[in-house]
């Protein structure tokens, strides 16, 4: 199986930039997949084959990377964008995602 | 407007069976795979299963083979999940979730259902 590997939790300031990492322990190319999980919300895509934005997600959010190195940024943060962020490769079955990365707010 | 909504969970015995139906609506469902992801409380989310579009092809995750099976009725807009021979680690939120083709992702997620394997 892949796995994907995150951070657990990041903390930032409102209006700074940052960056969510996830590695995979294998090649994906660019089938990785960005999404967000709000406390008692069902997940939300964000970002599509490491950099495709999803229609009607705010151009603050970002992905780039391929191989097995992936940034989902934020920039700048908002107070709303408190949340999980979870990876997501789709190169193999079984799909698998990251455990996730919990950003706080400084 | 994409709509997923789940029903069928509960609370459960270890070794006994539940079904899981997610109605959807908003897009025409027959076009489209389809998927159940589960997370455990305070955990993180795992693929579950995967369903094509005409029901033809059908993956699971190791550990739900000849367990679960995942079935859709395209004429009613629903997919399902049978779960049988439950144990206490399929305790989770069971989230329907609509899949792209080439590459798979998700793009639409119901609210999800609870299921409780406890005795």
């Known amino acids: 199986d892949t796995v994907l590997t995150q951070s657990p939790a990041l903390a930032v300031s409102l209006g700074q930039r940052v960056t969510i990492s996830c590695r995979a322990s294998?090649?994906?190319?660019?089938?990785m997949h960005w999404y967000q999980q709000k406390s008692g919300q069902q997940p939300k895509l964000l970002i599509y084959s490491a950099s495709n934005l999803e229609s009607g997600v705010p151009s603050r959010f970002s992905g780039s990377g391929s191989g097995t190195d992936f940034t989902l940024t934020i920039d700048p943060v908002e107070a709303d964008d408190i949340a999980n962020y979870y990876c997501q490769q789709s190169n193999e079955l079984p799909l698998t995602f990251g455990s996730g990365t919990k950003l706080e707010i400084k | 407007e994409v709509q997923l909504v789940e029903s069928g969970g509960g609370l459960v015995q270890p070794g006994r069976s539940l079904k899981l139906s997610c109605a959807a609506s908003g897009f025409t469902f027959s076009n489209y795979g389809m998927a159940w992801v589960r997370q455990a409380p305070t955990k993180g989310l795992e693929w579950v299963a995967t369903?094509?579009?005409?029901?033809?092809?059908?993956y699971y995750r190791d550990s739900v083979k000849g367990r679960f099976t995942i079935s859709r009725d395209n004429a009613k807009s629903t997919l399902y999940l049978q779960m049988d021979s439950l144990r206490s680690e399929d305790t989770a939120t069971y989230y329907c979730?609509?899949?792209?083709?080439?590459?798979?992702?998700?793009?639409?997620w119901g609210q999800g259902v609870m299921v409780t394997v406890s005795s």
């Open positions: 979730a609509r899949h792209t083709d080439n590459p798979w992702y998700f793009d639409y």
């Open positions: 369903i094509s579009y005409d029901g033809s092809s059908t």
């Open positions: 294998k090649s994906v190319s660019t089938y």
